[in-house]
């Protein structure tokens, strides 16, 4: 066999590892995570335990994730600017145990970020330790990594969901790759292509609890769902879609800034305290020190914040605690109040700057869907469309929102769009494209919440 065909053999081998490997991982967290919000949602007394759980958590990066630390945003830097041979496999597992311990102890959070992590880090080691066992060498380009960390990437996105081809669009969209320029863009279509394939094939085989979306009826013809007064509506909420989420990324500048503002505050109160305490042991405890110590009391701080919040009201932990699935379903079938969705932001964003993990993709979809299908009732009497009734076209609406904000916020309009479709029906492709497109537009000079440059 000349070299050309191991060569070939070897890549073929790869992408099915990958695509297994995400499938499996994929399933396992998802399973995992069901079980852990089962038990929270059964037994709400643990989520007095939230101090505890962000001191574990970050306990354990301090111990093992420094070079894992700045997570999704470390696979991104990897795919532009590469400058390890491979990411940590310790990724990983401390991404898969904080994220679980974040949403057992009632942390506001995501999973199609740890998701993402798990799979990439995984795909990375996998082809890093497969290269070194194979004749020749298949990794001898770096452009064959990228394209296996991009296709990772696209594929725990699709499979973590129950979309794959917004999974694959997802990879190429999220890290700006599709360049068709390129002469080997197709080359690397099939291989993300074959990945997303494998991955949801292995998670479908495993019976991976993905989440069941309220059923729209959309039996009409195509042309009732590209009508103008819709499409007048999809303009409407995109607009709105993007002011919410060009509120939710000034909030999440705004609560980073303060936290780094209360991490110097935390750093100039210990050395007071530790000068009066014993000064003359004071140099033992240099800035190094101090600094280790902030995060511990920047988490504790912000848990008992969280909680404080929790015990204002009875009903905030079942509402704004952890994914907030049901929240969202419901928001397909009764109206919902905008406040909600706010709240819903503010308990995410401090849940996940204190230094919580977990990830946005799942608040923005409750916070895009809540806030659209609060609009709908307006839209509906002032826009009448008479071949839809009221619930009928409440879920339509509420679809506008559901990819929307997180498409604006992450620069994947396109790939949102489809995974509304996947998920509710190809026959709203052109007023979700369009909703999705004007959101994106809206925040176009902010920066995602994807900020590898920054690393």
């Known amino acids: 066999m000349n070299k050309q065909l191991l060569s070939l053999r070897n890549e073929v081998i790869a992408v099915i590892g990958v695509g297994i490997i995400v499938g499996l991982s994929t399933s396992f967290f998802l399973w995992c995570l069901n079980k852990v919000t089962q038990y929270r949602n059964g037994h709400l007394w643990v989520t007095n335990f939230l101090p ?63 998701a993402l992590q798990i799979g990439v880090s995984l795909s990375d080691w996998f082809i890093n330790h497969f290269n070194k066992l194979t004749i020749p060498n298949f990794l001898e380009l770096k452009s064959f990594r990228r394209q296996i960390l991009i296709s990772a990437l696209g594929a725990s996105f699709g499979c973590s969901i129950g979309a794959p081809l917004a999974g694959l669009i997802f990879g190429f969209e999220a890290t700006k790759s599709f360049n068709l320029k390129d002469r080997f863009i197709w080359v690397h279509l099939i291989k993300a292509f074959l990945i997303s394939s494998f991955a949801i094939l292995t998670a479908n085989l495993l ?118 699935i049901e929240q969202i379903k419901l928001s397909f079938l009764i109206p919902q109040e905008f406040s909600t969705s706010i709240l819903k932001m503010i308990f995410t964003i401090l849940t996940l700057t204190i230094g919580f993990k977990g990830g946005e993709f799942i608040p923005l979809v409750y916070i895009g869907s809540v806030s659209a299908s609060s609009l709908a009732p307006f839209l509906i009497y002032l826009i009448p469309i008479t071949v839809f009734d009221f619930n009928t076209e409440l879920g339509i609406l509420t679809t506008f929102g559901f990819g929307a904000v997180f498409g604006a916020v992450s620069k994947t309009p396109f790939a949102c769009a489809i995974m509304v479709c996947e998920l509710f029906g190809f026959k709203l492709i052109i007023p979700v494209l369009i909703s999705n497109y004007i959101a994106s537009k809206v925040i176009d000079s902010k920066k995602g919440i994807y900020m590898y440059n920054e690393i």
Do not use: D
């Open 207 to 324: 019976n991976t609890p993905h989440t069941i979306w309220p059923k729209l009826n959309l039996e009409l013809s195509l042309f009732n769902y590209i009508n103008l007064l819709l499409i007048l509506k999809a303009i409407i909420l995109g607009i709105v879609m993007g002011l919410v989420g060009y509120l939710f990324l000034s909030l999440n500048k705004f609560f980073k800034k303060g936290i780094q503002n209360l991490n110097t505050f935390f750093v100039k109160i210990m050395k007071i305290l530790f000068s009066v305490i014993n000064p003359k042991n004071l140099n033992y405890f240099n800035n190094e020190i101090f600094e280790k110590l902030c995060p511990y009391f920047i988490i504790l701080f912000g848990s008992m914040v969280l909680l404080t919040l929790y015990h204002l009201n009875s009903n905030y932990i079942g509402l704004y605690s952890g994914l907030g």
């Open 52 to 114: 505890i759980g962000g001191i574990l958590v970050v306990w354990a990066y301090q111990k093992w994730g420094k070079q894992v630390i700045h997570g999704i945003h470390l696979v991104f830097r990897e795919i532009h600017h590469p400058k390890l041979e491979a990411i940590s496999i310790l990724m990983s597992p401390l991404i898969f145990f904080s994220t679980l311990v974040t949403h057992l102890c009632g942390g506001s959070a995501g999973r199609e970020g740890t």
